[in-house]
C-alpha cells in the first residue's frame, strides 16, 4: 500500500505529526509511506527509517515570486505519478488539501469509479466542523472527526492512523521513541557542549513577539541554575538577543551560526535541558525524549504532552484556541522561580542518568 503524508508545515506541527509513523509501521511493514512538505523543512524529516520519500513543495516561495507558479504545478502534479492508494491531509488548510487533490489521480472529488487497471485511491482529511479552514474538507474523500481544541498531537495520531483503520493510544504515544534522526551534524555544536556539567539548550525566539519570554529572565535563569546554557537563534534579531543575554552572564554561550535542522536535531539530542517559547525547536525535545520546560502565553497548552520529562509553565492569561490573541504578552509575567525549580529538578535526575550511562 503506498500512502501520502501532506503536511506542508510548520516545523512544530510536523514534529507532532512525525510521531504516528512508528505505530503505523508497526501495525503494517508493508505500507510505503511518502511524505509532501515545504522544502524548508524537508531536513526535519530526513534520515527517519519509517518515511519511504521526501517530497518538496515550496509554495511559500510564491508569494514573493508569482512567475514560478505553473513550475511550481507541474512539479506537485508530478507527484500523482507515484499512485497513491491513500492520500491524508493532515494539516487541513485549503493549501494543504489543494496538493493532496493535485498528487492524486483524480483533479477533484469523485465517487473513485475506476478500471480495473487503476488504483482504487482516497484522500482523508479533517471535516469541515474539524479545521479552521472548512472549504478544504469539499475536497476529501474521507472525512475524520475531531474537535478542533483537542490535543495537537492526539489529533495529528488520529488523522495519521484512522484512515487507515488503526488506533494510536495515548499511552503508546507517551512511550514512544525518539524519532528525529541526524547524521554528519555541523561538528560546531560540540564546541558548545561540555562533558563535565549539564547543557541547557535556550530556545528564545517564536513567530510572535509576544510567545517569547524575556531574555532577562532567561540570564536570570542561567544565573540561577549555574550550568551550561547554549542559546539558539533563528534570524538576525534573535541573534541580537542571545547576544545581549551572553553578554550579561558568562554561563550563556550563543553560537555563532544558525544551525541547519540536522544539526539543530543533533544538539538538541545531546542536551540535558532545553528551555523554550512555544515554538517548534522546543517541541523537538519531546520528539527526541529529552527533558524540556515549554513556556506558553497566548496559546493553548494542549499543544503538547506533559510528561515525567516534559514539563510546562503557563502564563495566567486564558486562550481561546479558536483565536489566538496575538497582543496576550502575559508569558513576560511568569516568575523565573516558576521554571528554575523544575528545571533543578530534571537536571539532577537527567545528568546524574546520562553520567551513569556514559560510565
Not at 523543512?41 to 521526501?54: C, S
Not at 513567530?207 to 542559546?231: D, G, H, M
Amino acid at each position: 500500500m503506498r500512502v501520502a503524508i501532506v503536511k506542508l508545515s510548520a516545523l512544530g506541527d510536523i514534529v507532532h505529526a512525525m510521531v504516528a509513523l512508528q505505530f503505523i509501521k508497526e501495525y503494517a511493514r508493508d505500507i510505503r509511506i511518502d511524505w509532501v512538505v515545504e522544502e524548508c523543512y524537508a531536513e526535519l524529516l530526513a534520515h527517519n527509517p519509517d518515511i519511504d520519500r521526501i517530497l518538496t513543495v515550496n509554495l511559500r516561495a510564491l508569494k514573493n515570486d508569482k512567475s514560478a507558479f505553473f513550475q511550481e504545478f507541474r512539479k506537485i502534479r508530478s507527484y500523482a505519478g507515484h499512485r497513491y492508494n491513500l492520500i491524508i491531509d493532515a494539516q487541513g488548510l485549503l493549501k494543504s488539501a489543494v496538493v493532496a487533490r493535485l498528487i492524486s489521480n483524480c483533479p477533484i472529488p469523485c465517487a473513485h469509479t475506476r478500471k480495473a487497471s487503476e488504483i482504487c485511491q482516497h484522500i482523508a482529511g479533517f471535516d469541515c466542523h474539524s479545521i479552521r479552514e472548512k472549504a478544504a474538507s469539499w475536497l476529501y474523500d474521507v472525512k475524520i472527526a475531531c474537535a478542533y481544541d483537542a490535543n495537537t498531537i492526539d489529533r495529528n495520531a488520529l488523522i495519521l492512523s484512522r484512515p487507515l483503520g488503526l488506533g494510536i493510544s495515548r499511552e503508546q504515544i507517551v512511550g514512544k521513541r525518539p524519532f528525529l534522526f541526524f547524521r554528519n551534524e555541523d561538528p560546531i555544536i560540540y564546541d558548545y557542549l561540555l562533558k563535565d556539567k549539564p547543557n541547557i539548550v535556550f530556545v528564545i525566539g517564536s513567530t510572535w513577539e509576544s510567545r517569547n519570554y524575556p531574555p532577562e529572565k532567561f540570564v536570570n535563569i542561567a544565573e540561577a541554575l549555574q550550568e551550561n546554557c547554549i542559546a539558539v537563534w533563528g534570524n538576525e534579531q534573535e541573534r541580537a538577543k542571545a547576544e545581549w543575554m551572553a553578554e550579561r552572564s558568562r554561563l550563556i554561550k550563543v553560537i555563532p551560526k544558525r544551525l541547519d535542522l540536522n544539526a539543530l536535531k543533533a544538539l538538541i539530542a545531546k542536551a540535558d535541558l532545553l528551555i523554550g517559547n512555544d515554538t517548534g525547536p522546543t517541541h523537538m525535545a519531546w520528539a527526541l525524549n529529552r527533558p524540556s520546560i515549554t513556556l506558553f502565553g497566548p496559546t493553548p497548552v494542549s499543544r503538547v504532552y506533559q510528561t515525567d520529562i516534559n514539563k510546562v509553565v503557563k502564563s495566567h492569561s486564558p486562550v481561546n484556541p479558536y483565536k489566538l490573541n496575538k497582543e496576550d504578552y502575559s508569558i513576560r509575567e511568569i516568575d523565573e522561580n516558576e521554571i528554575i525549580g523544575p528545571a533543578k529538578s530534571l537536571l539532577s535526575a537527567t545528568f546524574k542518568q546520562d553520567q551513569e550511562i556514559l560510565s
